[in-house]
């Protein structure tokens, strides 16, 4: 199998461009694809979320920490939840318990996720891999000082050892 020309991994810096917004950075990674290229990832991927929207570094949830770029599983399943999400929408309008149908769905998804990429063939899983390389330029250059720092056992056995100490449970009745 064989892609045509997808230029994503080359640097790019501050200088080239400003980020001032993060939908300019993007559309410049997603400029860098080739014409017959993002037509094939058209083709072969159904997208149910826009590409641009894919790309874009996930949401920090945590406040404080910078998120992790995203593998292709990750955006794989961010896609199948749109898909999901439409079809639910369409067919039942989910009005009636958000709160807990929300966590039912992210198990569900994932269980389904998981499934369905072990399926996929190859050529998808390729065009995926493509899409991570688009994502995580966009990534370094929305978070050009991200380094991964993984937390160690050791550092969650002492938190865990610590925190009934710490915080006595009859503190707050």
């Not at 790309?55 to 896609?79: C, D, E, H, T």
Request: proline content about 5%; overall charge positive; glycine content about 0%.
């Amino acid at each position: 199998m064989h892609f045509h020309h997808f230029d994503c991994k080359k640097s790019i810096s501050f200088k080239q461009i400003e980020t001032t917004n993060h939908q300019e950075t993007i559309n410049y990674v997603i400029s860098s694809i080739d014409q017959p290229t993002l037509e094939k990832i058209k083709q072969t991927v159904v997208l149910y979320i826009p590409l641009h929207q894919l790309i874009a570094p996930s949401k920090n949830r945590r406040g404080y920490q910078i998120p992790k770029p995203q593998n292709s599983f990750v955006l794989y399943r961010r896609n199948l939840c749109a898909s999901i999400n439409k079809t639910n929408d369409a067919t039942n309008n989910l009005a009636n318990n958000k709160t807990n149908n929300a966590t039912n769905n992210f198990k569900f998804i994932s269980k389904e996720a998981a499934k369905n990429w072990s399926k996929e063939s190859n050529e998808v899983k390729q065009l995926y891999e493509l899409l991570v390389d688009c994502a995580k330029q966009v990534h370094n250059i929305v978070y050009p000082y991200y380094r991964y720092k993984p937390k160690h056992k050791y550092y969650f056995k002492v938190k865990s050892s610590l925190a009934p100490h710490l915080f006595p449970k009859n503190l707050y009745t």
